[in-house]
């Protein structure tokens, strides 16, 4: 059951949650050497905003319709 049930949307859902957590402290490190340093912060909106649409929404979306729509098929399969 966990293998059709959990893992076809985790394959995707996984990887998108564990580039969210390094972009967060990718961010923090950066933030926390800037005050550490005396320098000025950087603005890293438009890195953020890029890895969002392009790695981490369409991972999440087709997680999302995987699980939807592929994994009613496998249980049905199994049962």
């Not at 049930?5 to 969210?20: C, M, R, S």
């Not at 340093?37 to 991972?59: D, H, Q, T």
């Amino acid at each position: 059951f966990f293998v059709f049930g959990i893992l076809p949307h985790g394959i995707f859902e996984i990887p998108a949650f564990i580039y969210a957590i390094s972009i967060g402290l990718y961010l923090c490190k950066m933030n926390t050497y800037a005050i550490v340093k005396k320098l000025p912060a950087k603005n890293y909106n438009s890195e953020i905003k890029k890895s969002l649409i392009f790695i981490i929404m369409p991972l999440i979306l087709i997680a999302a319709l995987i699980e939807s729509f592929i994994t009613p098929i496998l249980i049905r399969f199994i049962r």
